[in-house]
T-cell receptor, first 114, second 110 residues
Framework: DTEVTQTPKHLVMGMTNKKSLKCEQH?????MYWYKQKAKKPPELMFV???????INESVPSRFSPECPNSSLLNLHLHALQPEDSALYLC?????????????FGPGTRLTVL | GEDVEQSLFLSVREGDSSVINCTYT??????LYWYKQEPGAGLQLLTY?????DMKQDQRLTVLLNKKDKHLSLRIADTQTGDSAIYFC??????????FGPGTRLSVLP
């Protein structure tokens, strides 16, 4: 099973809302990632968790707050977002975070901020 | 920093072969990847190649790597309409993230 699941598939939120994106994998992977992808662009790395600890934060604004409750779950908490944050948010996982392990991606959550 | 380049568009006729090209700058790349993304969907891993290999074949897909020229290609034999998608080349840098190319939009014409 090489599946990474993400919920919800679509999310529409206002700028004052608080919402969360969820990601789950049961492959025993110890590294999990959040990417942001704007239309017609490649994914951009936001955060990396390695063994449930945040190891990379690519200068992401504090209105995005990641959380890794356990080795299978990764959340992205959203608060006070801007319309320009509308994008496809992709979760990925890999065996380890050494940079050479294949990343498996989820289907993404399409976020629209009004 | 590392850079990955791809041509942005490719059109082929159904049944023909497609060749999508990618160049990269990081000579320490260990693995190079091809991902497929259909409209509105996540990235699907198609194949990857280790940097000490020249070629890898998997059914209709053939990956060629020229490490000297830092050139990677993906050949899709007998291209079908279901192959229409964006194809991303990616390589791993020394750290923990992938470096993606801009993506090549493949259009398959009937």
């Amino acid at each position: 099973d090489t599946e990474v699941t993400q919920t919800p598939k679509h999310l529409v939120m206002g700028m004052t809302n608080k919402k969360s994106l969820k990601c789950e994998q049961h492959m025993g992977h110890r590294a999990m990632y959040w990417y942001k992808q704007k239309a017609k662009k490649p994914p951009e790395l936001m955060f990396v968790y390695s063994y449930e600890k945040l190891s990379i934060n690519e200068s992401v604004p504090s209105r995005f707050s990641p959380e890794c409750p356990n080795s299978s779950l990764l959340n992205l908490h959203l608060h006070a977002l801007q319309p320009e944050d509308s994008a496809l948010y992709l979760c990925a996982s890999s065996q380890n975070s050494g940079g050479t392990d294949t990343q498996y991606f989820g289907p993404g959550t399409r976020l629209t901020v009004l | 920093g590392e850079d990955v380049e791809q041509s942005l568009f490719l059109s082929v006729r159904e049944g023909d072969s497609s060749v999508i090209n990618c160049t990269y700058t990081d000579s320490s790349s260990t693995y190079l990847y091809w991902y497929k993304q259909e409209p509105g969907a996540g990235l699907q891993l198609l194949t990857y190649i280790f940097s000490n290999m020249d070629m890898k074949q998997d059914q209709r897909l053939t990956v060629l790597l020229n490490k000297k020229d830092k050139h990677l290609s993906l050949r899709i034999a007998d291209t079908q309409t279901g192959d229409s998608a964006i194809y991303f080349c990616a390589e791993t840098d020394r750290g923990q993230n992938f470096v993606f190319g801009p993506g090549t939009r493949l259009s398959v014409l009937p």
